[in-house]
């Protein structure tokens, strides 16, 4: 019996200590408002690149819907929601537009200013960022 006992609480030990290893980190897909906020982020994000004539001319023969959904896509997942991101890597996607340093901090300017019309606190606008500047890399200069 008291072995029994012994080989169950083992198992229950090592159950939960899966559970937490596999267990992501949601706190930030959450703070941003999850699926819904991210989709309202991104619109206003788009809304603010057509403000910006340096972005807008890289954007003229792009499909925003495409844009739209890959973006959405890319923040759930970085952000430790539950999507896939279907697109092109950062590199692809970005090759041959040259984009200069200038351009790249005019896109971060116009995604701060999206999440700060949508209400998203500087903490969590600063985590995301986070997990975008490495990326800066592979889409400048390219
Ligand atoms: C951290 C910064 C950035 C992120 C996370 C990002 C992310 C993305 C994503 C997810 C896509 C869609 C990929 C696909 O269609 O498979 C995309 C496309 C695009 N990005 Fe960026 N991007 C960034 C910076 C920039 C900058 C600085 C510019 C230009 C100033 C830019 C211009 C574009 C354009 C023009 C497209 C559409 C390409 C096409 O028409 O196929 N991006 N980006």
Known sequence: MKTLLIAVISALLVACANATKTT????LYRALGELEGIESITH????????????????SDTDLGRFKEKFIEQI????????EYTGDSMQQVHRG????????????????AAMDTEGVDKRTQNRLLKKLAPMRGDIIYQ
């Open 24 to 27: 992501q980190d949601d706190s």
């Open 76 to 83: 759930c997942f970085e952000s430790g929601g539950p999507c």
């Open 44 to 59: 206003r994000f788009i809304n603010e690149i057509g403000f910006n004539r340096e972005i807008i001319t890289h954007f």
């Open 97 to 112: 537009m040259d984009i200069t340093e200038g351009e790249f901090n005019a896109t971060v300017n116009a995604l701060t």
